[in-house]
C-alpha cells in the first residue's frame, strides 16, 4: 500500500483552521452513525485566573472537549476503516473518509476509548498512529465509546451559548430525520465555563417540529426544504444549505426579523456531492459563465431561486406579529428608502430587513448600469429613456443619503456635534474621491465639486508641513478640514478651511477661532501660490456676548433658518492679494440650513422624509 505523509494532508486540507463547532459535529455525526442513541459532549474549560477579580471580562478558555456515547464503537472492521484515509464504507451516506483528521488539526493529544460487548480498547490517535498502537484488554460492559481532545492548539475564550447552539443548528435536520424514522437520538451538553448557558442541555429528536416541508426543482435537480422555527429572543431567517442532511453553509436571508426565527433546511444531490472534502463550504460556481458538466448549477441562479422558496413558506404560516413586522418593515423602507419601488419587489419583500432589500436593489442597478456600459461600447442602440431613469435613481439615493446624514447629526447631543460633524464631512482614513464620503456640502452646496488634498501626493506634504508649523508657532494643532478645486491645469485654485471649536468655549477661545482660521488659511495659500480663494467656516457658540463683538468688529449678519451666521471678507498671503470669505456660525445653524437646502431636493423628487 501506498503511504501518506498525513502530516502534510493535514496542512493541505484543512489550510483555513478547524473551529470547535467542526470538530464536535464531526465526532457527533460519526457517533450517530455508528449507532449511538445518546452522545454526550463535555466542554472544560480552564481553572479560574487566582487573580481575576469580580467584574472581569476575561474568560476562562476551552481546554478539553470530550465526546461519549453508546454507539457499537472501534470494532474490528471500524478499526480497520480509521487507519485508512479516505475510506469508501460511508459512501452511501456522505462520508469522506477524512472527518477524523479535523481531531489532529485542533488538539495535541486524542485519546480514544471503547468498550464493547466483551472488549475493551484504547489508544492514543497521532498522525503517526497505526493499529499496532491499539491496547486490548477482555472484559465487558455496557457499550460505551470516549473521544477526548486534549492540550488544543488554540487558546479560545469559547462562548458557549453560539457554539451549542450552532451545533444544533447544524444538525438539526439530521437528528429531525432520524426521529421520522423512528430513531430517536438525544445529544446532551455540559460545561463548566461559568457562562450564562445552562451547565447541562439537552436537544432531542423527538422533540422537534418541523413547521412545513416542500420542494421544487432546478435543471432536474431536485431541492427539498424543511422549516423550522426558533422563539424570540433568537431572530432572523436563514438558509441551511446541507449535504448530506448536515448543514454545510448558512444563508441569511434577514437578520433582524425580530418576530421569531425561521430556519429552512435546503437538501439536494447537488449540494451532496458538492461539499468540499472538510465540508466546511458547497464548492458551487459563482456566475452563470462559471458553471460546467459536474457543477451546471450557479450561486447567482440558485440563491435567489432558494430566498424565493423560503420566503414563499414563511408568507403561508398563520402566525400573530408577522402582519405587524411587514406594516413596520415597510414604513421603514418608504421614509428612508423613498427612491425604492417596493411593490416591484414582490409580495414577499416586507419579510425582509429594510438593509437587505436596498443591498439586492443597488446589485439591480448595478447590472442595469454594467449592462448599458456595455451595450455603449459595443454600439449597441441604448435608449436615453434608460440613461435617464438610471441618473434619477442614483440622484434619488445619493439625496436620500444626505437625508439620513444630517437627520444622525440632528440627534447627536449637543456636545458632541463637534466630533460628530467633523467625522461627517470626512471621515478618518477616507480621502474624500467618492462624492458619498466627501460630505463638505453640509457647509454649503457649492463644495460638492470639490476634490479632497489627501488624493495628491504633493498637497498632502504641503499640508502635512503647514500643520506641523502652525502647531510649532500656536502651540495647538488646527482642528481643520481642507478641500481643494482645481482649474484648467488641474492645479489647486480655491481651498475651504473648517476650523471647530466645542461648545461652552468663552468668548476670548471663541475670538482665538476665528485668527487662527486667518492664520491657517494665510500660511496654506502661501505655500500653494496658485491658490485664487479661500472660504473659511469657524463652527462655534454664537452667544449675545460673542456676537455682540462680532458685530463691533464689523461681522454682517446673513440669512440662517436658526440662530445667528454671521460673515466678514480678508484679504490674506503674503501680497494680501487672495479673497477670504470667513463665516461663523453653531452647529445647530449649520445642520438646520443643509436640511433646508437638502429639503429643496426632497421636494423636487417628491419625497417626504
Known amino acids: 500500500m501506498a503511504k501518506i505523509n498525513l502530516r502534510k494532508f493535514i496542512a493541505e486540507h484543512y489550510k483555513a483552521g478547524i473551529a470547535t463547532r467542526d470538530v464536535v459535529r464531526e465526532a457527533i455525526t460519526n457517533s450517530i452513525q455508528a449507532g449511538a442513541r445518546v452522545v454526550s459532549v463535555d466542554l472544560t474549560f480552564s481553572a479560574p485566573n487566582q487573580e481575576m477579580f469580580a467584574g472581569s471580562d476575561e474568560r476562562r478558555v476551552l481546554e478539553r472537549v470530550s465526546i461519549i456515547d ?43 476509548e471503547s468498550q464493547l460487548v466483551d472488549e475493551f480498547i484504547q489508544f492514543d490517535y497521532t498522525p503517526d498512529f497505526s ?45 429531525f430525520l432520524k426521529s421520522q424514522q423512528s430513531e430517536n437520538i438525544e445529544i446532551r451538553f455540559a460545561h463548566n465555563s461559568q457562562q450564562s448557558f445552562p451547565e447541562s442541555y439537552s436537544f432531542c429528536g423527538k422533540d422537534i417540529t418541523a413547521l412545513a416541508t416542500k420542494s421544487f426543482n432546478i435543471q432536474n435537480e431536485e431541492f427539498a426544504c424543511y422549516l423550522f422555527k426558533d422563539e424570540p429572543p433568537r431572530k432572523g431567517i436563514v438558509a441551511m444549505l446541507c449535504a448530506d442532511e448536515l448543514c454545510v453553509e448558512e444563508y441569511s436571508i434577514s437578520k433582524k426579523f425580530d418576530v421569531c426565527r425561521h430556519l429552512i433546511f435546503v437538501t439536494s444531490n447537488y449540494f451532496n456531492r458538492r461539499s468540499n472534502i472538510e465540508r466546511q ?10 458553471v460546467d458538466l459536474v457543477s451546471p448549477i450557479s450561486r447567482d441562479k440558485l440563491l435567489p431561486r432558494i430566498h424565493d422558496e423560503c420566503m414563499g413558506m414563511i408568507s403561508q404560516l398563520d402566525e400573530s406579529g408577522i402582519d405587524e413586522f411587514k406594516e413596520g418593515n415597510i414604513e421603514k423602507l418608504r421614509k428612508y428608502y423613498p427612491f425604492i419601488n417596493i411593490k416591484s419587489l414582490g409580495g414577499e419583500a416586507a419579510l425582509l430587513d429594510a438593509d437587505e432589500i436596498v443591498r439586492n436593489y443597488r446589485m439591480q442597478q448595478a447590472k442595469k448600469e454594467d449592462q ?30 444626505r437625508a439620513l446624514i444630517i437627520d444622525s447629526l440632528a440627534n447627536m447631543p449637543a456636545g458632541s456635534a463637534e466630533d460628530a460633524i467633523h467625522q461627517a464631512i470626512l471621515p478618518k482614513r477616507i480621502n474624500g474621491n467618492e462624492v458619498r464620503e466627501n460630505n463638505v456640502w453640509l457647509v454649503d452646496d457649492k463644495f460638492l465639486s470639490y476634490s479632497s488634498i489627501y488624493s495628491d501626493e504633493t ?15 500656536q502651540l495647538r494643532k488646527p482642528d481643520v478640514a481642507a478641500f481643494f478645486s482645481k482649474d ?22 471663541n475670538a482665538k477661532s476665528l485668527t487662527q482660521c486667518r492664520l491657517y488659511a494665510s500660511e496654506l495659500s502661501e505655500k500653494i501660490p496658485t491658490v485664487m480663494e479661500v472660504f473659511a467656516f469657524s463652527i462655534v457658540d454664537v452667544d ?44 445647530a445653524s449649520l445642520i438646520k440650513d443643509a436640511r433646508a437646502r437638502n429639503k429643496v431636493f426632497e421636494d423636487v423628487l417628491q419625497f417626504n422624509l
Do not use: W
Open 372 to 401: 448599458l456600459v456595455d451595450d455603449l461600447v459595443s454600439g449597441k442602440i441604448v435608449s436615453i429613456d434608460d440613461i435617464s431613469h438610471l441618473a434619477s435613481d442614483d440622484l434619488a439615493r445619493y439625496i436620500v443619503h
Open 70 to 112: 453508546d454507539g457499537e464503537g472501534f470494532t474490528i472492521d471500524n478499526l480497520q476503516y480509521f487507519d485508512e484515509i479516505c475510506t469508501g464504507h460511508k459512501d452511501s451516506i456522505g462520508g469522506k473518509g477524512v472527518g477524523r483528521l479535523s481531531f489532529l488539526k485542533f488538539a495535541k493529544k486524542v485519546k480514544i
Open 131 to 175: 493499529l499496532n498502537d491499539v491496547q486490548r484488554v477482555t472484559t465487558s460492559g455496557a457499550k460505551r465509546t470516549s473521544i477526548v481532545l486534549d492540550d488544543l492548539k488554540d487558546q479560545i475564550n469559547t462562548q458557549v451559548t453560539k457554539l451549542i447552539n450552532s451545533i444544533c443548528d447544524d444538525l438539526r435536520l439530521l437528528l
Open 281 to 290: 463550504r458547497l464548492e458551487i460556481p459563482k456566475t452563470e459563465g462559471d
Open 459 to 473: 498637497l498632502s506634504k504641503i499640508i502635512r508641513d503647514v500643520n506641523s508649523s502652525f502647531e510649532s508657532k
Open 544 to 587: 449675545d456676548e460673542f456676537y455682540r463683538e462680532l458685530k463691533q468688529t464689523n461681522y454682517k449678519d446673513i440669512f440662517s433658518l436658526k440662530e445667528r451666521v454671521v460673515y466678514q471678507d480678508f484679504n490674506i498671503g503674503s501680497d494680501n492679494a487672495v479673497p477670504l470669505h470667513l463665516y461663523v456660525m453653531p452647529a
Open 488 to 509: 484648467n491645469e488641474n492645479q489647486p485654485n480655491k481651498l475651504v478651511v473648517i476650523e471647530f471649536k466645542k461648545p461652552g468655549a468663552d468668548i476670548f477661545e
